[in-house]
């Protein structure tokens, strides 16, 4: 009775890499990691950058803002960061920061923006990347939808304006940040919006 033989199993490989020349680099040696890797049938993964969250044309929320292309991985910490030792009665608390990219993309809304309770909202920056060509368009920060009275910036050529929030954050913790186009048909910006959160410290 004949008999087939069977194909030997195969072993997924690595695409090549010079691990042994990686090695050497970094003072390891001659260490033949190439060799290493093949024997094993290990495989190294190559893990691509987070794909950009699509914006929205009309934002509902901070979180539909187009997405900066420059941002970095950072870090979370769970409450306010303070600075100095309390004893020396030096001690501060880290100002925060809302960073938004706001485009012509994003039409004329109006979304809420929520701080923490008790915070202190100080100023609105924006700069601007991508010069604004309509007739006076504004970014706003208010204390009700569309409102204007916490900051009102013009949007026009490639430069930083900014304003001083001159009123108390409301009850609900909630600010409005409004853009208004003026039939603007080109323009971009960074905006930032400077706030304090209020923080345990210990006595002095």
């Known amino acids: 009775m004949a008999h087939t033989k069977e194909p030997p199993a ?5 695409a090549q890499h010079d691990y042994a020349a990686d090695a050497k680099d970094a003072g390891y040696g001659d260490t033949d990691y190439a060799a290493d890797v093949k024997d094993t049938g290990d495989t190294v993964a190559v ?8 914006a929205l044309a009309v934002p509902t929320g901070p979180g539909d803002l187009a997405f900066d292309v420059n941002a970095v991985q950072g870090t979370r910490h769970a409450g306010p960061i303070l600075c100095g030792d309390p004893a ?4 501060g608390i880290v100002m925060l920061a809302k960073r938004y990219v706001v485009t012509v993309a994003n039409s004329n809304f109006s979304i809420p923006i929520q701080f923490p309770i008790g915070s202190l909202v100080t100023q609105m920056i924006a700069a601007v990347s991508t010069a604004y060509n309509g007739t006076t368009p504004l970014l706003n920060l208010g204390v009700v939808q569309n409102g204007t009275s916490a900051a009102s910036l013009a949007l026009g050529a490639a430069a930083q304006v900014f304003a001083n929030v001159p009123v108390a954050l409301p009850a609900s913790g909630i600010l409005w940040l409004s853009q208004v186009l003026g039939a603007s048909t080109a323009g971009a910006c960074t905006v930032l ?3 304090n959160v209020p923080a345990k410290t210990l006595p002095t």
């Open 10 to 14: 195969k072993t997924r490989h690595t």
């Open 47 to 54: 893990l691509d950058a987070p794909a950009a969250p699509a």
């Open 88 to 91: 020396d009665g030096v001690a």
């Open 193 to 195: 919006i400077l706030y």
